[in-house]
């Protein structure tokens, strides 16, 4: 069975940074995507980065970014393990929400507990 452990959530004044981790336990079939989605209070879950692993998937980039974090969220995978960083700088506000790891294989969607964020004016 494969679970997805997040960390590095908390509270930071705005202006700072957080770093967020991912990372998976157990044997996932081969990876194509792992990323984060962020859901405020009263709001859609939305996009907010995210890794691609299996190189057939993508040409060009292999990370991508919602409007709201280019510039300020980066994405990266750590060496060759199913592990990812989400680091969050120039925090805003309007980043507060709970923060969802997820991995995509060919057998679907997986997804982590979640992990809050909290960003205080």
């Known amino acids: 069975q494969v679970r997805l452990i997040e960390s590095g959530g908390g509270l930071v004044q705005a202006g700072g940074s957080l770093r967020l981790t991912c990372g998976i336990s157990?044997?996932?079939?081969?990876?194509?995507?792992m990323g984060w989605f962020r859901q405020a209070p009263g709001k859609e879950r939305e996009v907010v980065a995210w890794?691609?692993?299996?190189?057939?998937?993508?040409?060009?980039?292999?990370?991508g970014y919602a409007d709201s974090v280019k510039g300020r969220f980066t994405i990266s995978r750590v060496n060759a393990e199913n592990t990812i960083v989400l680091q969050m700088n120039s925090l805003k506000p309007e980043d507060t929400a709970v923060y969802y790891c997820?991995?995509?294989?060919?057998?679907?969607?997986?997804w982590g507990q979640g992990t809050q964020v909290t960003v205080s004016s």
């Open positions: 997820y991995s995509d294989t060919q057998n679907g969607r997986d």
């Open positions: 157990g044997r996932p079939s081969m990876l194509v995507t």
């Open positions: 890794q691609i692993f299996d190189s057939t998937y993508y040409k060009g980039s292999a990370r």
